[in-house]
């Protein structure tokens, strides 16, 4: 019998609204696409490349690449709504994208918190 790995949840949500993103870069202005849409394009593969390495890391090493992965995805969220404010994304894509990555947002926030709560802190350790 074989047993296979999944990857985490939240790294399939994250390949799924990449995959939103892909479709409404398709229609992005041209004009725009490869400035703003290819820096909303970087962070969303740091993003899932983040998540995706987390996933295998143990201990301090996995909780700091967690916190970039966080960084990643909050920096995703002001370029797409820079996207959305100058009328790069219509409504609905914006819209379905924020959704996902609000999802996102919270799985990695409880994820982290989770490792915070199963790490010690260095002040802790010290009592």
Not at 28 to 49: A, D, Q
Not at 84 to 100: D, F, H, M, T, V
């Amino acid at each position: 019998m074989s047993t296979s790995l999944r990857p985490p949840v939240v790294l399939v949500k994250t390949k799924e609204a990449y995959s939103l993103w892909f479709h409404a870069l398709a229609d992005f202005p041209k004009i725009y696409r490869y400035n703003l849409g290819g820096k909303i394009e970087g962070h969303f593969l740091s993003l899932l490349e983040n998540t995706f390495i987390t996933a295998y890391l143990s201990g301090e090493r996995k909780s700091a690449q967690l916190s970039m992965a966080i960084l990643k995805l909050d920096s995703l969220k002001f370029f797409l709504q820079l996207a959305w404010e100058n009328k790069c994304l219509p409504n609905i894509k914006y819209s379905a994208l924020s959704e996902n990555l609000d999802e996102i947002g919270r799985m990695l926030g409880g994820w982290k918190k989770g490792l915070e709560n199963k790490t010690p802190s260095n002040e802790r350790r010290r009592n």
